[in-house]
């Protein structure tokens, strides 16, 4: 499988790369990091861009090389993202537009420049959504409105596009313990509240996000479009009372 992995230099983006090069993937990085797209690189054997995906005339520039490095593009996963956490009150207009931005606008521009390269043999985009999007969650307003916006994106671009092959999907993570979400999970108070609101009791590890992104990924379920997967330990769909 080639895939393109916008955003790879993340905690799941990683997780993501060594999963694709263990299963004989071919991978092509984008990031804005370039000293870790250089580590990624060696380690790999890949080949990278570095843009930052909210430029779309720079994305452009990057997906392009990288369906010309690969000779072709199999899949593309959007790992792009950023975490704000304040009450709408308190949340500055540049902090909404850079929140939408990082998240939204980047995922769309995903679409917009890796689906036509697959209309000749089909393939799948999958996009990164939030446990965020589905459920309240305080202080959440500008991340739940890009991340529920992405969900949009989804079922739409799944339809627009389903009659070339292509398929779109999103995995939506509960806290997941990657170096964005750290101020989060390693501050014990901050944890203890946020363990508390996860049904399985524990956070997520970035090796189980990136295998149900790889699963939408791979050809071999070929049958899925439209789906957002919760992978949240049950934050967006069940909840626990405490037995005494």
Known sequence: MRAVVVGATGGIGE???QQLAQAGGIGFLIGRNELKLQEHSQRFGWNYSVADAVDWPSLETAIGRAEETLGGLDAVIHLAGSVLLKPMHLTSFSEWRATLDTNLTSA???????????????????LMS??????????????AAAKGGIEGLVTSAAATYAAKKIRVNAVAPGLTKTPMTQRIWDNPKNAEHSLSMHPLGRF??????ARAILWFASPENSWVTGQVLAVDGGLSSIKTVAVR
């Open 130 to 143: 939030s446990a965020a999007a589905s459920i309240g969650l305080q202080n959440h307003e500008a991340i």
């Open 15 to 17: 997780a993501v790369c």
């Open 204 to 209: 997520g590890e970035p090796d189980e996000v």
């Open 108 to 126: 769309a521009g995903v679409i917009k420049f890796a689906a036509p390269r697959m209309f000749g043999e089909g393939g799948s985009i999958v």
